[in-house]
């Protein structure tokens, strides 16, 4: 068994949608597994240069592969079977490719009008936040349980280790949120309720030893959506804002952003053992020519794209790994 993983190293929406379904296309993955998460997700994935956004289904649908959520994702019933037919109405055949681990647990209605309540985190209002309490107060209720989510309920024991083609089972990872939004490495409590790490990916029944390669998913700037003051002072922000369609693909809310924060980059890097990361997003700040980071408290800018990419690549090979490979990223489709 072999399976690599896409992470996020910042806050979410860093376009793992795009690296994943890029990896997809270029390797014969077997399954494509949703680790984490709800519908509090949102990937916009560019398929044939048509737009899709997905909020539980991971992107092997896109190519024939077999997607799972995982068991340590959570499931609105309603919300996945929305996403099928809408799917299946453009032409993706989902309803045969898409199945839901028995033991995966449920975001219910009496979950989402809890979450609206929320004013401190700024959450998505999906319900995430009380399904995995309930998961891990005892009184959730598993996927196995919803007549709805019958046909397309599987054990994941089953599928990975009693499996015909076991030996040859290749799998590709797709993580949600990202390293800033994880409940223990994140800025608690502005965090989510999921593990956003590869540590998460192994929970989903994978044996340590499968994992070959890890994608840290970053951009070149940073955005974060929530209750907390993320946003930097200048006035830049705004018009990346607007260029880069920095608005959440769940729920609209303008996302605030700011400069990268390289420790934050590292710190991820490291703890996810990523030996490739993307930069996602160049092409925005290649129309505004402007190229800055925080290296600890300070504020660097550069004078071309050149300088800040080889900056980046000394540093990361230096301070996270001498093999580490860095590529920068403009495109909305490919990598
Ligand atoms: P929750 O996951 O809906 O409980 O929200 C907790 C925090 O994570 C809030 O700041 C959300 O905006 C953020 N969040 C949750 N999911 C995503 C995502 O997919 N992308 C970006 N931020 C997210
Ligand atoms: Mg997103």
Same mark, same amino acid.
């Given at each position: 068994?072999i399976?690599?993983v896409?992470?996020?190293?910042?806050?979410?929406?860093?376009?793992?949608?795009? *690296?994943?379904?890029?990896?997809?296309?270029?390797?014969e993955?077997? /399954?494509v597994?949703?680790?984490? +998460?709800?519908?509090?997700?949102? $990937?916009?994935?560019y398929?044939?240069?048509?737009k899709f956004?997905?909020?539980h289904?991971?992107c092997?649908?896109?190519? +024939?592969i077999?997607?799972?959520?995982?068991?340590?994702?959570?499931?609105?019933?309603?919300?996945?079977l929305q996403?099928i037919?809408?799917?299946e109405?453009?032409g993706?055949?989902a309803?045969?490719?898409v $199945?839901?681990?028995?033991?995966? /647990?449920l975001?219910t209605?009496?979950?989402?009008?809890?979450d609206?309540k929320?004013?401190e985190i700024?959450t998505?209002?999906?319900g995430?936040?009380p !399904?995995?309490r &309930?998961?891990?107060?005892r009184?959730?209720? =598993?996927?196995?349980?919803d007549?709805r989510?019958?046909?397309?309920?599987?054990?994941m024991? $089953?599928?990975l280790y009693?499996?015909e083609? /076991?030996?040859?089972?290749?799998?590709l990872?797709e993580g949600?949120q +990202?390293?800033?939004? &994880?409940?223990?490495w994140?800025?608690?409590?502005?965090?989510?309720?999921?593990?956003?790490?590869?540590g998460? !990916?192994?929970?989903?029944?994978?044996p340590?030893h499968? *994992?070959?390669?890890v994608w840290?998913?970053?951009?070149?700037?940073?955005?974060?959506?929530?209750?907390?003051?993320?946003?930097?002072?200048?006035?830049?922000?705004?018009?990346?804002r607007?260029i880069?369609?920095?608005?959440?693909?769940?729920t609209g809310?303008? =996302?605030q952003i700011?400069?990268?924060?390289?420790?934050?980059l590292?710190m991820?890097a490291? *703890?996810?053992?990523?030996n490739t990361?993307v930069?996602?997003k160049? &092409?925005?700040?290649?129309t505004?020519?402007?190229?800055?980071l925080?290296?600890g408290p300070?504020?660097y800018e550069?004078?071309? =794209?050149?300088?800040?990419?080889?900056?980046l690549?000394?540093?990361?090979?230096?301070?996270?790994?001498?093999n580490?490979k860095?590529?920068?990223?403009?495109?909305?489709?490919?990598?």
């Open positions: 068994m399976a690599d896409v992470v996020d190293l910042q806050y979410g929406d860093c376009g793992k949608g795009k *690296i994943a379904h890029a990896l997809c296309r270029e390797n993955y077997t /399954h597994i949703r680790y984490n +998460g709800g519908c509090n997700a949102g $990937h916009t994935i398929h044939n240069g048509k956004v997905t909020h289904i991971p092997g649908v896109f190519f +024939g077999k997607s799972i959520i995982g068991p340590g994702c959570v499931v609105h019933v309603e919300t996945f996403e037919e809408d799917l109405k453009k993706i055949p309803k045969k490719l $199945h839901v681990a028995s033991n995966a /647990h975001i209605d009496f979950h989402r009008a809890e609206k929320d004013e700024g998505t209002k999906r995430n936040g !399904a995995y &309930d998961k891990y107060a009184k959730g209720v =598993r996927a196995m349980q007549p989510l019958q046909p397309y309920i599987i054990s024991y $089953h599928e009693e499996n083609i /076991h030996d040859e089972i290749k799998i990872f949600a +990202g390293f800033g939004l &994880d409940p223990d994140g800025d608690y409590p502005f965090v989510t309720s999921s593990h956003c790490t590869v998460s !990916a192994l929970l989903n029944g994978v340590a499968a *994992i070959r390669n840290g998913v970053a951009k070149i700037y940073e955005t974060y959506v929530g209750a907390k003051d993320f946003e930097g002072p200048d006035e830049i922000f705004e018009e990346i607007e880069g369609e920095e608005y959440g693909s769940t809310r303008a =996302r700011n400069w990268l924060d390289f420790d934050m590292k991820a490291r *703890i996810n053992g990523t990361i930069f996602n160049m &092409d925005i700040l290649e505004l020519d402007a190229w800055c925080y290296d300070n504020l550069f004078k071309t =794209r050149k300088d800040i990419e080889m900056w690549e000394g540093k990361l090979e230096l301070e996270v790994d001498s580490i860095v590529i920068f990223s403009g495109d909305k489709e490919f990598i």
